[in-house]
C-alpha cells in the first residue's frame, strides 16, 4: 500500500512529497521511483506497486511539487506541455536533490537502487553520476542521456530504449554509449516506442516491459539487492 511522506531537500531547504511503500516479504533493498513528467499517476503507482512485491522499500519522489504541488497529468498535448514547464521551474539541480534526499532516507536500512523512466530516465542517468549512495540505477528512454553521455559514473547503470520511440533514436543513443561507456548494457526492445513500461498503452509490448523489468531486477541482485 502507497503512503505518502514528506522528505526537505537539501539544495534549498524545501519539503516535497514522496509516494512510499514497505517491501512485501524479505527486504531486498530500497528503490527510487523517478517518475514521467505526467506526476506520480497510475503507471507510477503500478510500478511502485510491483517494485515492493519484490521486496524493495520504494520511494518515488513527487518532482515537480515546487511548481504544483501532487501534480498529475494525462497524455494530452497540453499535458505534454504543462509537464515540461513544470520540469523547467522545478530545475534539475534540485529534482536530483530529491532523489538524493530519498537516497539518503533509505540508504541507513541497506543498497539503495534508482530507476526513472523518460525525464525518470535522463535523472537516474545524471544521478549515477552526481549522486551519492547509489548501488545501481536502471534508465528507461532518457531523452537527456545522449547530451550527457560524456558524464563519469559512479554507480553502475542499465538503459532501455524502445525501437518505436519516435523521440529518440535508439541506434544512435546506443552508439554513442557504446563509445563512451562500453561497460554501460544498453537493451533495445524491438515491439516498443517511449513509455512502454506503461503497461497497456498503445507503446506498450508487455513481454518487453517484462523482459526489461527482469533486467533491471537482474541489475540490483548483482550490486547488492538481496
Not at 563509445?179 to 513509455?195: C, F, L, Q, T
Request: with cysteine.
Amino acid at each position: 500500500m502507497t503512503q505518502t511522506v514528506t522528505l526537505t531537500s537539501a539544495i534549498d531547504g524545501f519539503a516535497f512529497t514522496a509516494g512510499h511503500a514497505q517491501p512485501q516479504g524479505a527486504r531486498q533493498g530500497g528503490i527510487v521511483v523517478v517518475q514521467e513528467i505526467f506526476g506520480l499517476d497510475q503507471y507510477i503507482q503500478a510500478d511502485i506497486a510491483r517494485w515492493a512485491a519484490l521486496g524493495f522499500e520504494v520511494l518515488a519522489p513527487s518532482l515537480f511539487d515546487r511548481a504544483a504541488p501532487g501534480y498529475l497529468g494525462g497524455r494530452e498535448p497540453v499535458d505534454f506541455q504543462t509537464g515540461i514547464a513544470h520540469a523547467g521551474t522545478a530545475g534539475l539541480d534540485r529534482m536530483l536533490s530529491d532523489i538524493q534526499a530519498c537516497v539518503d532516507e533509505l540508504a541507513p536500512r541497506g543498497p539503495v537502487f534508482a530507476v526513472g523512466y523518460c525525464l525518470g530516465g535522463s535523472l537516474v542517468w545524471l544521478a549515477a553520476s552526481k549522486l551519492k549512495g547509489l548501488a545501481a540505477g536502471s534508465a528507461y528512454y532518457g531523452g537527456m542521456i545522449a547530451a550527457n553521455v560524456d558524464l563519469p559514473l559512479n554507480a553502475p547503470v542499465i538503459v532501455h530504449l524502445g525501437r518505436k520511440d519516435g523521440h529518440i533514436p535508439a541506434d544512435d543513443v546506443k552508439a554513442q554509449l557504446a563509445a563512451a561507456h562500453p561497460d554501460v548494457p544498453v537493451h533495445i526492445y524491438e515491439n516498443s516506442g517511449h513509455g512502454f513500461n506503461n503497461d497497456g498503452r498503445p507503446e506498450s509490448d508487455l513481454d518487453d516491459a517484462k523482459l526489461a523489468r527482469q533486467r533491471s531486477l537482474a541489475l540490483f541482485q548483482a550490486h547488492g539487492a538481496a
